[in-house]
């Protein structure tokens, strides 16, 4: 058991360590070469509506769905679908759907928040609640109004904030790999001889 621990412990630290140098080699890249990160992004994007659209063309033929249900799936599918296909027809068409995607949610979940938040005047952090609804509202609506600076910007926003976690984790990483090195050194001095020198009854 205390073997199956010690391999597991030692195989999170490497996984951490891995992991943070994977998303500080992501925010050096976002960061350095923004115009090819943001290309890439648009890619997937589009990659993303596509699939999205697939499984929801694949529900609304489903036979357990209501007929209300199918008819929204289909809808929402085929927009994906279209979306997704414009995607690929260019870096700015996909940038500008990202934008105007993310802008939207925001929107929607700002004002979704601000709005619960007043409604419940016993609502735990009711202020901050507020405070975050009001602030991803804007965000959403700078999101809409000025999609291109807006996803540049956001982007190193992203570059920064992958190298701060990447550094966390590494750090982390290494802090964990010390701290096993002292268990394994203690469990090691302390560990008792399996046979004792003892003399035969007989004697």
Same mark, same amino acid.
């Given at each position: 058991? *205390? !073997?199956?621990?010690?391999?597991?412990a030692?195989?999170? &630290?490497?996984i951490?360590?891995t992991m943070?140098?994977?998303?500080?080699?992501?925010?050096?890249i976002?960061?350095? &070469?923004?115009g090819?990160t943001? %290309?890439v992004?648009?890619?997937? /994007?589009g990659?993303?509506l596509?699939?999205?659209?697939?499984?929801? =063309?694949?529900?609304? /033929?489903?036979?357990?769905?209501?007929?209300h249900?199918r008819?929204?799936?289909?809808i929402?599918?085929?927009?994906s679908?279209? =979306?997704?296909?414009?995607?690929?027809?260019g870096?700015?068409?996909?940038? =500008?759907?990202?934008?105007l &995607?993310?802008?939207?949610s925001?929107?929607?979940?700002?004002t979704?928040?601000?709005? $619960? *938040?007043?409604?419940?005047?016993?609502?735990?952090?009711r202020?901050?609640h507020?405070? /975050?609804?009001i602030?991803? $509202?804007?965000?959403?609506? #700078?999101m809409?109004?000025?999609?291109?600076a807006? @996803?540049?910007?956001?982007?190193?926003?992203?570059? #920064?904030m992958?190298? @701060?976690?990447?550094?966390?984790?590494?750090?982390? $990483?290494i %802090?964990?790999r010390v !701290?096993i090195?002292?268990?394994?050194?203690g469990?090691?001095?302390? %560990?008792?001889?399996? /046979?004792?020198? %003892?003399p035969?009854?007989q004697?």
């Amino acid at each position: 058991m *205390a !073997e199956g621990m010690a391999a597991l412990a030692n195989m999170g &630290w490497q996984i951490l360590l891995t992991m943070g140098l994977a998303t500080i080699a992501l925010g050096v890249i976002a960061l350095v &070469w923004p115009g090819a990160t943001l %290309r890439v992004v648009g890619i997937l /994007f589009g990659v993303y509506l596509l699939v999205t659209g697939v499984f929801q =063309l694949a529900a609304a /033929f489903g036979t357990h769905v209501p007929r209300h249900l199918r008819v929204l799936h289909f809808i929402t599918g085929a927009a994906s679908i279209l =979306l997704g296909l414009i995607c690929f027809r260019g870096a700015l068409e996909s940038l =500008l759907l990202l934008a105007l &995607w993310i802008g939207f949610s925001w929107l929607l979940r700002g004002t979704t928040e601000t709005a $619960a *938040a007043a409604s419940a005047p016993a609502m735990p952090g009711r202020g901050w609640h507020v405070a /975050f609804g009001i602030v991803g $509202a804007l965000a959403g609506t #700078v999101m809409i109004v000025m999609p291109f600076a807006s @996803i540049a910007t956001l982007t190193l926003v992203v570059g #920064v904030m992958a190298l @701060i976690v990447g550094l966390t984790e590494v750090v982390r $990483a290494i %802090r964990t790999r010390v !701290e096993i090195g002292h268990l394994a050194s203690g469990t090691a001095t302390q %560990r008792r001889p399996q /046979f004792h020198a %003892r003399p035969h009854p007989q004697h």
